[in-house]
């Protein structure tokens, strides 16, 4: 299986903070990756897909890039909306692995 | 754009099967694999198994010997049984979808609680 290590799993951070999520892999996964955000009693959305396409109606604050065992999600000017549990998904090979999850909190 | 909603009992007693299904709308099911993921309260993602329309499954080797994935076309619908379950099966369960392996539409997720 991939393990997929993701970090921090919690960070706090203020309104208009750049903030930066990593998730490495224990093998390579080429850029078959995705990026989801999830908020209190809802489900997973994805942001990012191929580790570095935005999603269709997702705001330009966040990226993401990497390729291969190491892959990075961005979000440039965090919002309140964005108070939430970020997750990484690899897809290149079976069984799918999630990260184990960043939780962003107000600081 | 492709709708998923979950269904099926949310409390399972030990020992026994879950059964949920997958209703989708707003698509044809035969265009994409459907992944099944679950979460325990508190907890993070756990990715189960995967069936394309064509029958092909692939599932969590964690689980592999208690889970079955089908899907029937007729219906526009996927299902998921999980037997002998444990406290430990107790997580929200989602339906999810993509047109590859990887997952891009979610269901609502539901509820499954096992307990006597």
């Known amino acids: 299986d991939v393990q997929m290590t993701q970090s921090p799993s919690s960070l706090s951070a203020s309104v208009g903070d750049r903030v930066t999520i990593t998730c490495r892999a224990s093998?390579?996964?080429?850029?078959?990756l995705g990026w989801y955000q999830q908020k209190p009693g809802k489900a997973p959305k994805r942001l990012i897909y191929?580790?570095?396409n935005l999603q269709s109606g997702v705001p330009s604050r966040f990226s993401g890039s990497g390729s291969g065992t190491e892959f990075t999600l961005t979000i440039s000017s965090l919002q309140p909306e964005d108070f939430a549990t970020y997750y990484c998904l690899q897809h290149n090979s079976y069984p799918l692995t999630f990260g184990g999850g960043t939780k962003v909190e107000i600081k | 754009q492709v709708q998923l909603q979950e269904s099926g009992p949310g409390l399972v007693k030990p020992s026994e099967t879950l059964s949920l299904t997958c209703t989708v709308s707003g698509d044809s099911i035969s265009n994409y694999y459907w992944s099944w993921i679950r979460q325990p309260a508190g907890k993070g993602l756990e990715w189960i198994g995967i069936?394309?329309?064509?029958?092909?499954?692939y599932y969590n080797p964690s689980l592999k010997s208690r889970v079955t994935m089908s899907v029937d076309t007729s219906k526009n619908q996927c299902s998921l049984r999980l037997s002998s379950v444990t406290a430990a099966d107790s997580a929200i369960y989602y339906c999810?979808?993509?047109?590859?392996?990887?997952?891009?539409?979610w269901g609502q997720g539901t509820l499954v609680t096992v307990s006597s």
């Open positions: 191929a580790a570095s």
């Open positions: 069936v394309s329309t064509s029958g092909g499954t």
């Open positions: 093998k390579g996964v080429r850029n078959d």
């Open positions: 999810a979808t993509g047109f590859s392996k990887d997952v891009d539409y």
